[in-house]
Structures are given as C-alpha cells and as structure tokens.
C-alpha cells in the first residue's frame, strides 16, 4: 500500500529529507491499525519532473501485524506513473483548457520531445476520471460552471491545488488522480465522502 510522505519542498530536498527513517514514520499501520511500523529500507523509482529526470528513493515500512509493507510516497508523485503531477498538470490545462494542439501543450509542459501516444494516455484516463473527480473535490471546492465534467474537474484541481487535490483523493478516498487501472484498483477501503455539513 501507498500513502503520502507529508514533506513539502523541492526534489533534492526531499532526497536529503528521506534518509531519516523516524521523521516520517506512520503512527500506525493503515491496512491493520497496527502500531508501532519498522523501517524496512527503501525502493528506487523513475520520476520525470520540470527539470529533473532521476531516479528518487522511497522508503518503506514493515507491520509487523498484518505482516504488510507500507511505501511512503512523495506527494508530488502519483501512484504507477513515472510523470510528476507538475508536468501532467501543465500538459492536461494546456490541452484541454486553453485548448492547445498536443505538441504545443507538451511544451508547456516542459516536455518539448515527448510523444504524442503518452499525452493521448494521460487525456484518456483524466476524461475517464473527470466525473469522479468532480464529485470528490466538492468537498474542497464549490464545482464552477463548466460546459462538461472535464472542464469542470480541471478547474476545480486548479482552485484546489492538483497535489493538494491528489494528498487529499489518495489520503482520504483512496482515489487516483488519473484513475486506477483495473487490476491496481486498491480493495478493502471503503472510499466514502463526508457529508459537507452536519445532519440538522
């Protein structure tokens, strides 16, 4: 299971910030509630951002209940993608919003030399997660007129914030910001809202 590392501040940054195993720690395990969790060293993922194109570490903890790993991912980092929320954000606003042609959008996404196929992924998935999207950040943000859900979900990220949207949908309802592919799709959480005010 993943859940998101709290820090906040550049890449290199948080290189230099992981190293502390106690720092970040979880006060419990959130598939058991088990406590207290063990470092259990890290793992190395790909991570492409606005000028930079490495490899990050994330760390890892073992309960010791359930007898699961827990990885503490990177705010700026999106579950089972290589691109950061910075450059997909950039492409799909340029894109869908201002209405830019594929290329031109990859450029506003500081990516002048990546393919069309992987902007027409992330076009695909976000369309398919739009209405989704919507409903959960209502919680955040009142939903603004928009002629259709995906102008209306682009907007609503945009007002929110899209990490403090994503820390928010993956935290709280266990919600990918571009959708779960079927066979990642996380089990045994039930994904709920919160009413938006208590019962009179």
């Not at 959130?30 to 606005?50: E, K, N, S």
């Not at 994330?58 to 980092?77: D, E, I, M, N």
Request: hydrophobic share 45%; aromatic share 12%; proline share 9%.
């Amino acid at each position: 299971m993943q859940i998101l590392h709290p820090f906040v501040g550049s890449i290199q940054q948080y290189s230099h910030e992981i190293s502390d195993p106690d720092r970040y720690r979880p006060d419990y395990c959130p598939q058991c509630a088990y406590r207290p969790m063990t470092a259990h060293g890290f793992y190395c993922r790909t991570l492409v951002d606005v000028d930079f194109d490495e490899s990050i570490p994330v760390r890892r903890y073992l309960c010791h209940g359930c007898k699961r790993t827990v990885s503490l991912l990177p705010q700026f980092a999106l579950p089972y993608l290589r691109f950061g929320i910075t450059v997909i954000s950039l492409f799909l606003m340029a894109r869908l919003l201002a209405g830019r042609t594929l290329g031109a959008a990859a450029v506003a996404a500081t990516q002048r030399s990546m393919p069309y196929q992987r902007g027409q992924f992330w076009i695909r998935r976000f369309q398919k997660q739009a209405e989704c999207l919507c409903a959960a950040l209502a919680e955040l943000t009142a939903p603004p007129p928009a002629p259709d859900f995906i102008r209306r979900a682009l907007r609503m990220l945009q007002a929110t914030g899209w990490i403090a949207a994503h820390r928010f949908l993956l935290a709280e309802l266990r919600v990918h910001l571009l959708g779960w592919p079927a066979f990642l799709a996380p089990h045994g959480r039930v994904a709920t809202l919160r009413p938006a005010a208590p019962p009179a």
